[in-house]
């Protein structure tokens, strides 16, 4: 079965620009959607199909996807991104979850 | 008013059956063109799906769960319902609902209701 990998945790320093990975066998070819969970919160979509970005969401949030990994890019990272994030993707009519990656701001 | 409200017991015994709904408010649900998920996280894990359903019958479930579970569109009460089969303490969890868009190459969920805690224990 396909399966999907994210790193455990990402840091960055304030203000730089946090890259997240999601590594799957030619995931370029899937469409990856990223979701934000902040610490006791509810999940929230911040990237759908690769690159689209919910209205609500900042600019600062970015998708790609290439290969065998797709990548979610915050720019300008803020205290208020610390979260877990989460990338998923459809598979043989599966919702497949990452494990999750961390953001720590510095 | 909450778009997605998750409701149901917050303590189940082991081997008996889960039992959730999530009521959908601001309109009717069938006349969205959106499938209804359940996914669930554990305590200090990852999130895990466990099935989509259309209100016209359609429905995709995690294979890993496929056997225990039951998900169903009541359309006269507005609501979607999740039953979960001989549960054990592993599936003590905070189960959300959400809002999904499926399609042949692509599902992802835009909304997401606030989560129903239900632990299992004798």
């Known amino acids: 079965s396909y399966e999907v990998t994210q790193p455990l945790s990402v840091s960055v320093a304030l203000g730089q620009t946090a890259r997240i990975t999601c590594g799957g066998n030619?995931?370029?070819?899937?469409?990856v959607h990223w979701y934000q969970q902040r610490p006791g919160q509810v999940p929230v979509l911040v990237i759908y199909?690769?690159?689209k970005r919910p209205s609500e969401i900042p600019e600062r949030f970015s998708g790609s996807n290439s290969g065998n990994t797709a990548t979610l890019s915050i720019s300008g990272a803020q205290v208020g991104d610390e979260a877990d994030y989460y990338c998923?993707?459809?598979?043989?009519?599966?919702?497949?979850f990452g494990g999750g990656t961390k953001l720590t701001v510095l | 008013q909450v778009p997605l409200q998750e409701s149901g017991p917050g303590l189940v015994k082991p081997s008996e059956t889960l039992s959730l709904t999530c009521s959908v408010s601001g309109g009717s649900i069938t006349s969205y063109n959106y499938y209804w998920a359940w996914i669930r996280q554990p305590p200090g894990k990852g999130l895990e799906w466990i099935g989509s359903?259309?209100?016209?019958?359609?429905?995709y479930y995690s294979p890993s769960l496929e056997s225990r579970v039951t998900i169903f569109v009541d359309t006269s009460k507005n609501h979607v319902s999740l039953k979960l089969t001989s549960v054990t303490a592993a599936d003590t969890a905070v189960y959300y609902c959400?809002?999904?868009?499926?399609?042949?190459?692509?599902?992802?969920?835009?909304?997401w209701g606030e989560g129903a805690t239900v632990t299992v224990s004798s």
């Open positions: 199909r690769d690159k």
């Open positions: 030619n995931i370029g070819a899937k469409n």
């Open positions: 959400a809002r999904t868009t499926v399609s042949k190459y692509y599902s992802y969920m835009d909304l």
């Open positions: 998923q993707v459809w598979d043989s009519n599966t919702v497949l």
């Open positions: 359903v259309y209100h016209g019958g359609d429905s």
